[in-house]
């Protein structure tokens, strides 16, 4: 079956522009989950999705939004970009929330560069 | 608030020996523990987990060790090989989010 599917995989933006990135889950999976990836912080995560209702939130500044759509893909943009939202961002995807080892499965992530 | 700390950036271990990675963690209301691997370019994928009622999950060439009294687990990989050289992240779970660590970097020199 089809992974776990980030697009872009690449992208490059500029200081105050906004950018939004797309994940598409596995078929039947329901939860959505992204993560910011910088070197030295790991994996941040920003937000949960499930069933199109936002579940949970992490740390992040209202800039950072997402949304799941009734087919469960998700989006998640970025507004008034900064130098320092330059990172991998992943896309998770599960059939439910939960964290064992029930096919939680990541996306290659997108990489955001912000010049 | 770093909930998960990974306190190794790297790690650099011969061929055939044991690679051993560490984690702690703060929050005792963690209740499910997972090793991740990622190599460049590609997302995460799933290694390896342990429920907090357990002290010690094997599979295959990797174990995982929970010490709940430490809060501190560790993955261990015997016998390392090249191909296992990539970031390893730990993670755990509590309500509906997995936190991670910064992950350590596994070099495993032929």
């Known amino acids: 079956k089809a992974g776990v599917t980030q697009t872009p995989r690449y992208l490059i933006k500029t200081r105050g522009q906004q950018v939004t990135l797309s994940c598409s889950p596995i078929?039947?999976?329901?939860?959505v989950s992204w993560y910011q990836q910088t070197p030295g912080q790991g994996l941040q995560f920003l937000f949960e999705?499930?069933?199109?209702?936002?579940?949970n939130k992490g740390n992040f500044p209202g800039r950072f939004s997402g949304r799941q759509f009734s087919n469960s893909r998700s989006e998640m943009n970025v507004s008034t970009l900064e130098l320092g939202d330059s990172a991998l961002y992943l896309c998770?995807?599960?059939?439910?929330?939960?964290?064992?080892?029930?096919?939680?499965?990541f996306g290659s992530g997108t990489r955001l560069t912000v010049v | 608030d770093q909930q998960v700390k990974q306190n190794s950036p790297s790690l650099s271990v011969q061929e055939g020996r044991i690679s051993i990675l560490n984690c702690d963690y703060t929050?005792?209301?963690?209740?499910?523990f997972l090793w991740y691997k990622k190599y460049p370019a590609e997302g995460p994928t799933f290694l390896i987990s342990?429920?907090?009622?357990?002290d010690k999950n094997e599979d295959g060439r990797f174990t995982v060790f929970l010490n709940k009294s430490a809060k501190h687990l560790s993955l261990h990989i015997v016998p390392s090989q090249p191909g296992d050289s990539a970031v390893y992240f730990c993670?755990?779970?509590?309500?509906?989010?997995?936190?991670f660590g910064a992950g350590t970097i596994l070099r495993v020199k032929s």
């Open positions: 998770a995807s599960s059939l439910m929330v939960r964290f064992d080892n029930y096919g939680y499965t």
């Open positions: 078929s039947g999976h329901r939860s």
């Open positions: 999705y499930f069933s199109e209702t936002q579940r």
């Open positions: 929050n005792s209301m963690f209740d499910y």
């Open positions: 342990i429920s907090s009622i357990k």
């Open positions: 993670a755990a779970s509590g309500g509906n989010k997995l936190v």
